[in-house]
């Protein structure tokens, strides 16, 4: 992905984009393990050492209530697609466990195995790819994890690329519900 039509993007604008977006949002994401800080370092440290987690719902997590809010009452789409290692890091089998949350509250996970997709670049969002005003959101990081930069995209057939890879890697991915029950995570 070229940066001929993009541009850096603040959290803030980020942040936006998910309250403007008018049908759909997708991600792409695929590392074995984020940098966390906050309260989600307080549930990834109870998950590793091996305590209940804290409470997270509606109630106690504004992402969850602001994802539920447009999947619930406005009808919108959210869709994760999760590329994991074979066996799962530490951290994705945490996170796998976090996604029970967000799929409660209308968020669509699917699971693919890194040994069928491959390696698939830059993590991403997608928003309304669709619509007449689509725009994705390449997440660069560091080695460790740490978030680097967002760049947005509008450039049409850049987006057209991203749609690309994440229905091929869509395809070879599973429901996270059936990935969790043949006991991968």
């Not at 604008?13 to 008018?22: H, V």
């Not at 619930?72 to 949350?101: M, N």
Request: net charge negative; with cysteine.
């Amino acid at each position: 992905m070229t940066a001929e039509h993009s541009r850096g993007l603040t959290a803030s604008e980020f942040d936006s984009l998910f309250d403007r977006f008018e049908t759909s949002v997708a991600r792409l994401e695929a590392l074995p393990a984020y940098a966390v800080g906050g309260a989600e370092a307080e549930r990834l440290s109870a998950y590793r050492q091996g305590r209940a987690r804290p409470l997270r719902s509606v109630v106690t997590d504004p992402w969850l209530a602001r994802m539920a809010i447009s999947t619930l009452t406005a009808g919108k789409s959210w869709t994760r697609v999760r590329v994991v290692d074979e066996p799962l890091t530490d951290y994705q089998r945490y996170q796998l466990q976090s996604y029970r949350e967000s799929q409660a509250v209308g968020e669509q996970v699917q699971i693919a195995p890194r040994s069928q997709v491959g390696d698939v670049g830059t993590d991403f969002w997608l928003f309304d790819e669709h619509g007449d005003q689509p725009r994705a959101v390449l997440m660069h990081y560091h080695s460790d994890g740490r978030l680097d930069r967002r760049e947005i995209v509008e450039h049409r057939e850049q987006i057209a690329d991203l749609v690309a890879l994440l229905r091929r890697v869509a395809v070879r991915a599973v429901p996270l519900n059936e990935f969790l029950s043949v006991g991968c995570g």
